[in-house]
């Protein structure tokens, strides 16, 4: 009975309150976020910037990406602590000192709108067994800067299993890998020569996979794109940064909070690790 | 085209009276000479004492010559019409009617036609009887009948058939119903059989413009005839706009608290409920899955469908096992007269029917559809496709600078559904029907990487498949025992299944030397097995009772999970669970047949839980004047198997089904409360209801709240309870009858959440659409049925961002994310629509074209945010993109029948 009683009186609510048009968000102040990869034997860089805040997507002034200038970020390791200087456009930077050690934690800090901006990561081991099967790959040189219509005669290079550079590594620990290709040429060629044409993007110098937790990859030659020497490095990860690559949603449909571990703040504070060899493409 | 519909005239006049003429004397000799025709049906009424009925305008003094040579009397006067503007038919009865060829007829018209002259033999006798289409055969369920004199009326069950209890003599009339039929009247005669007494009703309008007479009574959208129920026939769908499929569903949609605010889905929200809400029974088993094409589409051809009942809240105790509402769908047995075809083609899909007899006893149907990858059918496929970026970075190929090296390639899409029944009427009394049902979508987005340069075969492939659907099959015995007692008895089986295959795939060595194929991204499958057994049984034991109980158990065996990159298994369910049900319920007249009141409870036992759930629940009818009357329902409902809306993906079969654990998953319940009345004057209908729902255990599921990084997914950390309530008022005006007919509805409703995990404060359901205003107006002139309807809706709720940043990778790509705002406290602009649709009957089918949101209103499905760079500045923007559902888009549609 008692709910009748209640439905008549909602009934008389949604009646006489009808145009309630609940209004959305509080836009506080937009978010710090933070980017940096701690890597044994290199300097510690971080990029400090602002979300953008949803506001008004129309305003030209506050729908920018902005960095944060001249915050107080402290970075602490496990046997030092320095402050980080700022070298302009939000990026910040440790003292060629401050080394960073495997297996060890380290955290950062900042306050910034009266909130305390904090993270910690732990630096993983690097790659044991990193390994390549060749170090030359063979790419036949396609040029269809002349048309490009009498192609399709002989098939250059192949592309079966066996010609893939096969990367191996240790992993009994199931963890974290990445592999990037990165072309170190200071001129790279490109295997497929383009008519000439100012508006072409060139292709870019590094691709990538996914995170794995594998202990080996299959590199096929199709996916380079330029000639000459290639930086083969593999990232051991820490699982942060592996949520990166989930689907975040970028519609109303699909929103969610997206993954970090920055207390007050977005985006990434995360050690790696990594090895490199060294791959050269050739024509063949 | 004239000399055709003569032709066809003509020869239902020889199958009629060749089926009719035993009924009449036979005249040995008698010979006519030019002689009026009043003097000719004089003579035959006087000398044979055979009745005649003369149409009004026909020519009494037109001549004929005849002579009668032992000969009967119905196929003499048939010829000896001959060559004179008119013909004759002669009825069950022995009633020869003449009337002009050029009138309009209903053949039917004369079965039952006249008042008996005779003295009444029986009073207040049981009638038991079976209300059929008059062309096909085919049962008429749920169709009505009324003693004319006594106001006393009963409904016929899903086989047509019907008890009188108490018919006060043997001449009395009754009045049938059945919507989209014509209503007829019929008068009883002594010596008729009374305990299978078959009743044929006309279609109203449509296929044989010839036999149908105009100005004749019939509704296209019947409601109140109980609390909150509607009743469309899919023979009256047709006639209105659609967007490529003529569809049960979105009809449906049309009405008042049934919403219409998701434009892209065909899907049932009523009174605020969510399609999962709605209890789906075709042909006694249930269907989990409803739809085709994302969503757009309901999962059901409309041409094997005979009738199709929606209660959209406080439904009797006989129905189970759902929260919010319950539609009850019934497959047409088969034309028991002939074997007859028919077939659509549009630019969505094309289906083919085929039913007729299998003997005396048995009838057959079987229908098929087909989707085909014509343009219409890509542009819904394209505008509801999962987004091609949803698995970016695809491996190697996917980032990097190669990415113009690949070409993309849609396989394939589509979706197929098969209906089938056969029926077994051994004898009056029984009725067996087998029926089945399959429909599946298959979508194939995946992507073949390949190098434009000679027919090299490397590359990778990228599988983004899905396939979705059910099966289901029911075998039924239906036996009506006496004229008191019937039951309808069903074993039935229904599956849903759904996989779902994204990945990207590779060759992997395990550290123990094993190698193993191992796929990067997500493959997803649920798969759902019913097997139920149900009996309903009904008595007519007491006069002004209606005695309904019955049994359900069912055996739900539900199965989970999702993973990811083959590692992370990121949930596996599995749940099995025996559900006991049993009700009792009485329908009573009081007061003079006043007041109809059926109080009932339904008991359940939850294996999941091991506990016992109630659901007491009580409707009312107050008839207080014969215009005027009040209702009001309130009950207990519960649903132990729920679908959860997943909202990390943004498209594709977003919904799975779980089972209640009563830990994480606890049983979903809801308490229904109805009131309103109706007013009922001439043509017009006047139906106004206001309602509340309250919900408890209201499962939402998200990734939104994700809490371990890296880790894998526990239930009790993506699925979260809260409760929801909804209120609203349904209002209905609708003009029944005539030649233009429609409605226009309007709800006003509130529908709020409260999950705590999303939010401390009470939210607005995703479905929360303040004011909904419906228009439906269908005119019928001549060969040609216009129709139009028009959706105005309040803005639904969404979830917005605070704010937009990206993110640089290890290997210098960047991505974007999004920070999301309080759960659903924006809105989208409010949307409206206006549908048309021009059809044109000829004998053997129809054309039909429709144009869907006619001024190409852009309404704004959601809405999408990205960063942006600007080349020159470099600076980063966030930008924000509307979604829009289908602007603009015409259709055509051939019917055939045969």
Redesign the interface.
């Known amino acids: 009975m008692k709910n009748i009683h209640l439905f008549l009186i909602l009934l008389v609510i949604s009646l006489s309150s009808c145009a309630d048009l609940e209004n959305g968000f509080v836009d506080n102040n937009p978010k710090p976020v933070v980017e940096a990869y701690l890597s044994p034997g290199t300097i510690v860089r971080m990029r400090v910037y602002k979300e953008i805040p949803y506001a008004d997507v129309t305003s030209a002034t506050t729908n920018k990406e902005m960095p944060i200038e001249n915050l107080k970020i402290t970075l602490k390791g496990p046997e030092s602590s320095v402050q980080l200087t700022y070298k302009g456009e939000g990026l910040y930077q440790a003292p060629a000192t401050f080394s960073i050690g495997v297996g060890k934690e380290y955290s950062m800090k900042f306050d910034y709108n009266g909130m305390a901006v904090s993270a910690t990561t732990v630096i993983p081991a690097k790659p044991i067994n990193y390994k390549a099967d060749k170090d030359l790959i063979t790419r036949q040189a396609i040029d269809i800067s002349l048309g490009g219509g009498g192609l399709g005669g002989r098939p250059g290079g192949n592309f079966n299993e066996q010609s893939s550079l096969n990367l191996t590594w240790t992993n009994p620990n199931s963890d974290y890998f990445i592999s990037v290709i990165e072309n170190m040429e200071s001129n790279p060629v490109e295997i497929v020569k383009f008519p000439v044409d100012p508006t072409r993007v060139r292709p870019d110098i590094r691709f990538r996979n996914e995170p794995i937790q594998g202990n080996t990859v299959a590199i096929r030659p199709q996916n380079f794109q330029y000639f000459g020497y290639h930086r083969v490095i593999l990232f051991k990860l820490n699982p942060d940064y592996v949520a990166l690559y989930k689907r975040n949603g970028n519609t109303t449909q699909n929103i969610s909070t997206p993954p970090t571990t920055i207390t007050n703040g977005l985006g990434i504070f995360t050690g790696v690790n990594s090895d490199t060899l060294k791959v050269r493409v050739i024509p063949e | 085209m004239i000399k055709f519909k003569l032709c066809l005239l003509f020869f239902l006049f020889v199958y009629q009276v060749q089926g009719q003429v035993e009924n009449t004397p036979i005249i040995k000799d008698e010979y006519f000479n030019f002689v009026n025709l009043s003097k000719f049906c004089e003579k035959l009424q006087t000398k044979y004492g055979i009745q005649i009925d003369v149409a009004k305008d026909v020519p009494m003094d037109e001549k004929i010559s005849y002579w009668f040579n032992n000969i009967s009397a119905a196929k003499g006067v048939q010829l000896a019409l001959k060559g004179t503007p008119m013909v004759s038919y002669t009825d069950d009865l022995g009633v020869i009617h003449i009337l002009l060829k050029s009138a309009k007829l209903n053949l039917n018209e004369f079965k039952f036609a006249k008042q008996s002259t005779k003295q009444p033999e029986k009073k207040n006798f049981k009638l038991n009887g079976r209300i059929l289409d008059a062309v096909s055969g085919e049962p008429l369920p749920f169709s009505s009948v009324q003693i004319l004199s006594s106001q006393l009326g009963a409904q016929a069950n899903v086989d047509g058939q019907f008890t009188l209890l108490k018919v006060p003599s043997d001449t009395s009339s009754l009045l049938v119903k059945y919507l989209g039929y014509k209503t007829k009247t019929v008068y009883l005669t002594p010596g008729l059989d009374f305990n299978d007494f078959v009743i044929e009703l006309d279609v109203a309008f449509g296929e044989l413009d010839e036999v149908v007479v105009m100005g004749e009574k019939t509704e296209v959208m019947k409601a109140n005839e109980e609390i909150g129920m509607y009743k469309i026939t899919p023979r009256n769908i047709a006639k209105l706009p659609n967007v490529g499929e003529k569809d049960i569903f979105r009809a449906f949609q049309l009405l008042p608290g049934i919403s219409a605010a998701n434009q892209n889905s065909s899907g049932l929200y009523v009174r605020g409920g969510t399609p999962d809400q709605n209890l789906v029974i075709y042909d006694g088993f249930t269907v989990y899955y409803v739809d085709h094409l994302y969503g757009f589409f309901s999962a059901f051809n409309s041409n094997p469908i005979k009738d199709v009942q929606l209660f959209k809240g406080g439904f009797e105790s006989k129905f189970g096992g759902r929260i919010s509402s319950v539609m009850e769908i019934t497959s047409k047995n088969g034309n028991s007269r002939k074997l007859s075809y028919s077939g659509d083609l549009s630019a969505m899909s094309a289906n083919v029917m085929a039913e007729g007899p299998l003997g005396k006893k048995f009838t057959f149907l079987v229908a098929g559809r087909r989707s085909w990858a014509g343009p219409l059918y890509n542009k819904i496929a394209d505008a509801l496709k999962p987004s091609a970026q ?1 698995n970016a ?5 996917g ?4 990415r ?2 690949q070409s993309s390639t849609v396989a394939s899409s589509y979706f197929y559904d098969l209906n089938a029944k056969v029926n077994f009427t051994p004898n009056a009394k029984d009725v067996y029907a087998f029926s089945f049902y399959m429909g599946n979508d298959n979508m194939d987005n995946s992507q073949n990487v390949t ?1 434009p ?8 492939s990228n599988s983004d498949l899905s396939e979705w659907g059910n099966i289901g099959s029911s075998l039924k015995w239906s036996r009506n025992w006496n004229t008191k007692w019937y039951s309808n008895t069903l074993i039935s089986y229904s599956n849903f299944h759904s996989n779902r295959d994204n990945t ?1 795939q ?6 123990n030397g094993t190698s193993q194929s ?1 796929r ?1 991204g997500s493959l997803e499958n649920n798969d759902l097995k019913d097997f139920s057994f149900k009996s309903d049984i009904e008595g007519h034991v007491l006069t002004n009772h209606i005695l309904g109980f019955g049994f359900q158990a069912s055996y739900l065996n539900i199965t989970y999970n999702y993973s990811q ?1 083959d ?1 992370l298994k990121i949930i596996d369910k599995v749940n099995k669970s025996l559900i006991v049900s049993a009700y009792l319920q009485d329908k009573m007249r009081l007061f003079n047949q006043k007041l109809e009141i059926t109080p009932g409870l339904r008991v359940n036992y939850f294996g999941g839980t091991s506990q016992m759930y109630l659901e007491p629940r009580l409707s009312s009818q107050l008839y207080i004047s014969k215009q005027f009357k009040l209702k009001g329902a ?1 009950g207990q409902y519960v649903q132990f198997a729920k679908q959860v809306e997943r ?4 498209s594709g079969s977003r919904n799975f089904w779980v089972l209640a654990d009563g830990k994480d998953l606890p049983v979903t319940t809801s ?1 229904h ?1 109805i ?1 309103g009345g109706s007013y009922e004057k001439g043509d017009y209908l006047f139906d106004v209801e ?1 309602y ?1 729902k ?1 919900i408890q255990n209201d499962t939402r599921y ?5 809490p371990k ?3 894998g997914l526990i239930a009790s950390e993506t699925f979260f309870n809260g409760t929801g ?1 909804v ?3 349904d209002f209905l005006l609708q003009k029944k009858f005539g030649n233009m007919t429609g409605w226009f509805g309007y709800t ?3 529908s709020d959440k409260f999950i705590p995990m999303f939010s401390p404060n009470p ?2 359901s995703n479905f929360d659409v ?2 909904e205003f419906k228009w439906v107006g269908m005119y019928k002139y001549k060969r040609w049925d216009l129709s139009s309807t028009f959706l105005y809706a309040t803005g639904k ?17 960047v ?8 759960t ?4 989208f602009p409010a949307q409206h629509r206006l549908d048309v649709a021009a059809t044109y009957n000829f004998i053997a089918g129809s054309l039909t074209l429709s144009i869907y949101n006619v001024y190409n209103r852009k309404n704004v499905w ?6 942006v760079v600007d080349p020159d500045t470099k ?6 993109t509307d ?1 829009n559902y289908l602007g603009f888009t015409p259709n055509l549609t051939l019917s055939i029948h045969f």
């Open positions: 949803s970075p695809g491996g190697f190929g980032g990097g600078g190669n113009r090296f190098l340069f000679g027919n090299r075969t490397g590359g990778l990207n590779a060759n992997f060595n395990r550290t191992v990067f990159n590692t309130v909202e990390d993906i943004l308490f409360a009131f206001a509340y309250d998200t990734l939104r709240f994700a990084i890296g880790a309530t209120h609203g008022i006003i409703a509130k939210f607005p303040r004011h709720p969404y979830t917005s961002i605070i704010g937009g940043y990206s993110v640089t990778l290890l290997d210098g790509s991505r974007d994310y999004t920070e999301p705002s309080s659903n406290g924006n809105r959601y809405k999408k945010f990205q960063t600076d980063r923007y966030l930008s924000e979604v």
